[in-house]
């Protein structure tokens, strides 16, 4: 096992450098600069502080000594400067926005599991019931109603005409003068529209997945074996077929590790909140290369880390991945 995971480590070195020099590339190929817009929105600079501020960033130099250069700061784990006014540090920036994306998506993802897995569990044992019927039809709304506009009608909801909740940011205008207990609460009041939309994307397809899962393995010679042994149901269902039928649902979750930052870009910008998708969106906006350099870093590690996860998880529970 340790083997298999020393050649897993060892892969993804030359993938992450692979990745970093693609998105490189495409990112510098892509039309715009940041020097045009800062002419675009500055009309009274010349030409030549364009040129000052283009040998400023490196980027009169060619493009592989660019990456060179980015690459030999990133072994050091130097991001670099942000090319933004504040001028600051990518990893300060990166630092101040990551644990909000971060805490927001492991909240969905656990209040994901929380529900789905029963759903799936009890849909799969009750098939045809009414439960059966009525989370296949929630499924179908699920997969079907967009999320930013349904993220609208909750802010209109529960924010505009209910009042119960923030419609925006993370945190009220007078937070410093609260207790630890009333911010803490606070934050809960402006995070639980966003955690409760993230899960919503997910619950839908999770769900399915528990409940096909469920229904494979329940159909299995050994749950027959159990139960003609005289086992109770529930001791067949939780102790025999739930291991084998989440192991498919723990491989999504390890390849749903790089949505911690990827997928927040919508609910960051519907709820105005400083995150890192919205930093990275923002970044692609006024082409902020070390910004946008730093997040794909951190997506694709993030990336590498999932697959090792999952592939783990294979190994784990299948001798054979192992010795192969």
Known sequence: MLTYLAKRLAMMVPLLIGITFISFLIMHLAPGSPTDLAADLNPKMSEIAKERLTKLYGLDKPLPVQYWNWLKRLAVLDFGRSFAPDGQPVLNKIADRLPITVTINLLSLALVLVIAVPIGIYSATHRG?????????????????PTFW?????????????????????KSLNHDQLSAWGQLMDYARHLALPVILSAFTSLAGM??????NMLEVIRQDYITTARAKGLPERLVIYSHALRNALMPVITILGLSVPALIGGSVIFESIFAIPGMGKLFYDSVMARDY?????????????????????????ALADPRVRSS
């Not at 059966?132 to 997969?143: A, C, E, K, P, R």
């Not at 349904?150 to 993370?170: H, N, Q, T």
């Not at 769900?207 to 096909?212: D, I, N």
């Open 129 to 145: 019931s009414l439960f059966d019927q009525g989370t296949t039809v929630f499924v179908f709304l699920g997969f079907a109603t």
């Open 150 to 170: 349904l993220a609208l009608l909750c802010m209109i909801l529960f924010g505009v005409i209910l009042g119960w909740l923030p419609i925006s940011g993370i």
């Open 207 to 212: 769900s399915r997945y528990m409940r096909g």
């Open 290 to 314: 070390p910004v946008v350099m730093g997040g794909l870093v951190i997506g694709a590690v993030l990336t590498l880390v999932g697959n090792l996860l999952a592939d783990l998880g294979y």
